[in-house]
């Protein structure tokens, strides 16, 4: 399971600096600045998720009976729907896209909480 999420983490880190610069270079000029802010808002949680997916592919070795597997499904969901979102919304300017941007950030918000658990449980 380790694996996977080094996988997953290490493409949606190199996804994320590339986002990055496709935004800061061939978005600059053709959307607004405030879709613009959107979509540095994404690539920002994409890439903080990223490496959070290589801390749980660490904690999931080091404890593999725990739930440190559920909060990085977690926040590999609530990277797709959070950031996915906000890419969207950014590169068409359909507002009602950004209703499922609170999905994704609850799932990465319950990604962080079971990551606690997963702690306080491992003390035991």
Same mark, same amino acid.
């Given at each position: #399971?380790?694996?996977?999420? /080094?996988?997953?983490?290490?493409?949606?880190? =190199?996804?994320?600096? =590339?986002? +990055?610069?496709?935004?800061?270079?061939?978005?600059? %000029?053709?959307?607004?600045?405030?879709?613009?802010? /959107?979509?540095? *808002?994404?690539?920002?949680?994409? #890439?903080?998720?990223?490496?959070?997916?290589?801390? *749980?592919? &660490?904690?999931?070795?080091? &404890?593999?009976?725990?739930?440190?597997? %559920?909060?990085?499904?977690?926040? /590999?969901? +609530?990277?797709?729907?959070?950031?996915?979102?906000?890419?969207?919304?950014?590169?068409? =300017?359909?507002?009602?896209?950004?209703?499922?941007?609170?999905?994704?950030?609850?799932?990465?918000?319950?990604? &962080?909480? *079971?990551?606690?658990? %997963?702690? &306080?449980?491992?003390?035991?």
């Amino acid at each position: #399971m380790e694996r996977i999420f /080094v996988l997953i983490g290490a493409v949606l880190g =190199g996804l994320g600096v =590339g986002l +990055g610069a496709f935004g800061a270079h061939a978005l600059k %000029t053709r959307v607004a600045p405030e879709l613009l802010r /959107v979509w540095d *808002v994404g690539t920002h949680y994409q #890439m903080i998720h990223a490496l959070a997916l290589l801390g *749980v592919a &660490w904690l999931v070795s080091r &404890w593999p009976e725990s739930a440190a597997a %559920t909060a990085g499904w977690l926040f /590999v969901a +609530g990277t797709v729907l959070f950031s996915g979102s906000l890419y969207a919304l950014a590169l068409t =300017g359909v507002k009602k896209l950004g209703m499922i941007t609170p999905v994704g950030g609850l799932a990465l918000v319950a990604g &962080w909480f *079971v990551l606690a658990w %997963t702690a &306080w449980r491992a003390g035991e």
